[in-house]
């Protein structure tokens, strides 16, 4: 047979595991070992770094669009004028974004 044929000329039978369902951030990695004369397919779920760091990287872009508003809000205040933006919302809204950053950045360093 085929495989009697490529087993006699070195080959090996390879056991395969299905791959794992990943989440977003996540990604699924491939091992291989030889066990018992067979290469044995294993997964691990590891963090996809270039994708946590490409979020980070847009949720601090979301922050410093809206600098603006802040700048414009503290000019206001100084000149005695009614705030152009609800203050609480945007300072909430960004401490949200902050959040999610702290968490990914976290996840990354561990």
């Known amino acids: 047979s085929l495989i009697t044929e490529l087993r006699d ?18 990604v699924a990695v491939a091992h291989y070992e030889i066990k018992d004369g067979k290469i044995v ?10 994708a946590v760091n490409a979020k980070i ?14 700048t414009k809000c503290w000019e206001y205040s100084l000149v005695g004028q ?3 933006y609800d203050i609480n ?3 909430a809204e960004r401490e949200q974004i902050r959040d999610e950053i ?9």
């Open 57 to 70: 990287d847009a949720l601090k872009a979301q922050i410093t669009a809206s600098d603006y508003k802040v």
């Open 9 to 26: 000329a070195g080959f090996v039978n390879f056991v395969s595991v299905a791959q794992p369902e990943t989440f977003a951030g996540y």
């Open 41 to 50: 397919q294993s997964w691990t779920v590891e963090i996809d770094h270039d």
């Open 102 to 110: 702290n968490v990914l950045e976290a996840k990354i360093a561990q």
């Open 82 to 84: 009614t705030l152009p």
């Open 89 to 91: 919302a945007l300072h």
